[in-house]
Structures are given as structure tokens and as C-alpha cells.
């Protein structure tokens, strides 16, 4: 069964940095679109940033030049580096992956930036 997990989420205070992992199994071949959404409470889900399998990224206008979005595919892992962070940013983080083309979701993580 292929599942993505994702890790790393926690408290930070503003201005400060947190980086998240997804890390894909039940599979061993690797994905191929993968990216990052995140979701505030009422508010919908939306695109952060998103990685191909030869590593071209696309980031939303939001963390252009805040965040990174990574991706080792021997390992089927996908990373976010969060810098700079703002309250804002506080909400759930999803890892998507799409793999033969099934749409996968991890179960997301917590991602909160206060003082």
C-alpha cells in the first residue's frame, strides 16, 4: 500500500525556520509530480510548492524566496525548507504525490508560528 508521511511540523516563532519531510512507501518506484499544500483553518486548501521528478520547482507567490521545496528520489523523500516564517504561514501542510497516475495525500502536519 503506498502512503505518504509527513514530518516535522511544530511550533516556531516568527522569523524563524522548520523543515518538513514526506517520505513515500509501499512503492519503489518514484513519484512523479510532488508537491506541498497547506490548509488554514476555514480557509480551502492551497498550492505551496511543487517539485518534478527532475527537480523543477514552482512555487506559490507567497514563499518565493522563503521557502524550498527539495526531493531525494532514492530515498522517495520530498522536503520543505520553511525560512523567514510568518504567522501566516500557520496551518496544516499536505505532501501530494501523483504515482502512476493515482493522486496520493499524506495525512498532513501541523506546521504553527507564534511568539
Known amino acids: 500500500q503506498v502512503q505518504l508521511v509527513e514530518s516535522g511540523g511544530g511550533l516556531v516563532q516568527p522569523g524563524g525556520s522548520l523543515r518538513v519531510s514526506c517520505a513515500a512507501s509501499g512503492t519503489r518506484i518514484s513519484f512523479g509530480v510532488m508537491g506541498w499544500y497547506r490548509q488554514a483553518p476555514g480557509q480551502q486548501r492551497e498550492l505551496v510548492a511543487s517539485?518534478?521528478?527532475?527537480?523543477?520547482?514552482n512555487y506559490a507567490d507567497f514563499v518565493k524566496g522563503r521557502f524550498t521545496i527539495s526531493r531525494d528520489n532514492a530515498k522517495n523523500t520530498m522536503y520543505l525548507q520553511m525560512n523567514s516564517l510568518k504567522p501566516e504561514d500557520t496551518a496544516v501542510y499536505y505532501c501530494?504525490?501523483?504515482?502512476?497516475?493515482?493522486?496520493?495525500w499524506g495525512q498532513g502536519t501541523q506546521v504553527t508560528v507564534s511568539s
Open positions: 517539485i518534478t521528478n527532475d527537480g523543477r520547482t
Open positions: 501530494n504525490g501523483i504515482l502512476l497516475g493515482y493522486n496520493y
